[in-house]
C-alpha cells in the first residue's frame, strides 16, 4: 500500500465508524496538493501560443522566451523588413518585459532578439542578402518537434529561407532548448540552427558586423552605459578568433542585464564576434562555408541571462567551462565600454 493509500486510511479511521466522504475528500485534496507528486505536476515547462504570432515557453508558469514566427507578405518595401525572419525573444526575469529588439522601428530594426542570417549569400552566382533581408525572407512553416517536462522545453522551427525571386535556396531546421538555468543566471537557452541547400551549392559570407548568430538588447536600452566582456587579457574583438564566449552587459528602464553567448565546441574553427556597439547588438560570425545539398550544416550557442548583471569577471569562464570545453584555462576577462557605431 502506497503512502498515499496509508494517509487516506488513516483519514477514514479519524472520521469515525460512520463514512464521511467529504471530510475524506477535502482531507485526500489536502494531502495531494501536500504531496511532492502535486507540487511536480504543477511545474515544469510548457508552451503558451499566439497561432500565427509567437510562441512563449514558460517555467513555473512564467514566461522565459518567445519565438516569433509571424509572416505578412507585403508589397510595401517599408513594411517587408517588419515580419521577413522568424527570431526569438528573452523575458526579464520576472517574465513579464521583453529585454530584446522587436524591430518594430528604432536603430536598425533588422536586428531582432536572437537571430540568424548571412548579408552576402550566393546561390546560383547571384548574391542574396539574408541578415536585412529587404526583399529576401526567412518563413517558419511548422514545428516539428513541441516537447516539455519538467526540466527542460524543446522547439524545432522548421524555416525556409526565400529569395525574392521566390526560390527556396535554404531549409534550416531551427531548434531552441530552454533549461533551467544555475545561479546566478536566470535563463539557459541553447540555439541549435542545422543548414540545407535545396536547389545547388549556397556560399555564406558577410563579416563580424552582417552575419551569423547574434543578440540584439531592446532599442530603449541606454547607450552609454553598455559593457562588454572577452576572455583572456588584452582581447582585441576584432582580432580574436574562435573565443570561447563573448559577454554584454546593458540597462535597460533602470535595470541592468547581462547576456553570455557561448560558442560550443563542435562549431567549426574560424569564428570572429562582433561585440562592441553601444546599442549591445553581438555575437559570433562564423568562418564562411559552403552548403551542399544533401550536407547539412549545423552550428550551436549557449545563451545565458543574468539580472543585476554579469558575474563577476573571474566566474566568467567556470560559468561557460561546462558548454565550451575550455576549463579555466584561460581565467583573465577583457572589460570594454561600448564603441559609438560610425555613422
Given amino acids: ?107 536598425h530594426p533588422h536586428h531582432r532578439g536572437i537571430m540568424i542570417g548571412w548579408t552576402k549569400t550566393t546561390f546560383n552566382g547571384k548574391l542574396y542578402n539574408f541578415w536585412g533581408m529587404y526583399n529576401n525572407a526567412q518563413i517558419h512553416r511548422s514545428f516539428s518537434v513541441r516537447e516539455t517536462d519538467r526540466e527542460r522545453a524543446v522547439l524545432t522551427s522548421q524555416v525556409d529561407w526565400i529569395s525574392h525571386a521566390g526560390e527556396t535556396v535554404i531549409r534550416e531546421a531551427r531548434t531552441i532548448t530552454v533549461r533551467r538555468a544555475d545561479a546566478p543566471a536566470y535563463a539557459q537557452v541553447d540555439v541549435d ?51 570561447p564566449w563573448v559577454a554584454a552587459q546593458f540597462t535597460l528602464a533602470g535595470k541592468v542585464y547581462g547576456v553570455v553567448q557561448m560558442n560550443h565546441t563542435g562549431n567549426p574553427r574560424g569564428s570572429r564576434i562582433s561585440a562592441y556597439r553601444n546599442y549591445c547588438r553581438f555575437g559570433y560570425f562564423p568562418a564562411p562555408v559552403t552548403l551542399k545539398p544533401g550536407q547539412p550544416f549545423t552550428l550551436r550557442y549557449r545563451f545565458l541571462a543574468f539580472a543585476d548583471g554579469l558575474p563577476q569577471a573571474e566566474t566568467l569562464p567556470s560559468v561557460c567551462a561546462a558548454y565550451t570545453g575550455c576549463g579555466d584555462a584561460s581565467p583573465a576577462v577583457t572589460a570594454r565600454p561600448a564603441e559609438q557605431p560610425a555613422r
Avoid at 467529504?22 to 508552451?47: D, E, N, W, Y
Avoid at 507578405?73 to 526579464?92: E, G, Q
Fill in 1 to 107: 500500500m502506497s503512502t498515499l493509500q496509508n494517509r487516506i486510511v488513516r483519514a477514514r479511521q479519524l472520521a469515525g465508524s460512520r463514512t464521511d466522504w467529504k471530510q475524506i475528500s477535502a482531507c485526500c485534496l489536502f494531502l495531494c496538493v501536500g504531496s511532492p507528486f502535486f507540487a511536480r505536476a504543477q511545474t515544469g515547462f510548457t508552451f503558451r501560443e499566439d497561432p500565427g504570432r509567437h510562441v512563449d515557453v514558460l517555467l513555473d508558469d512564467k514566461p522565459v522566451v518567445r519565438y516569433m514566427i509571424t509572416h505578412v507578405p507585403s508589397s510595401d518595401p517599408k513594411s517587408l523588413t517588419a515580419t521577413n525572419k522568424p527570431f526569438l525573444h528573452l523575458f526579464d526575469p520576472q517574465g513579464k518585459e521583453l529585454i530584446t529588439n522587436s524591430g518594430n522601428g528604432g536603430e
Fill in 193 to 243: 540552427s542545422t543548414l540545407a541547400a535545396c536547389l545547388g551549392d549556397v556560399f555564406l559570407n558577410g563579416d563580424p558586423e552582417h552575419a551569423g548568430v547574434q543578440f540584439r538588447a531592446a532599442d530603449e536600452t541606454l547607450r552609454a552605459a553598455t559593457r562588454f566582456a572577452y576572455p583572456g587579457a588584452d582581447t582585441d574583438p576584432r582580432k580574436v578568433s574562435d573565443p
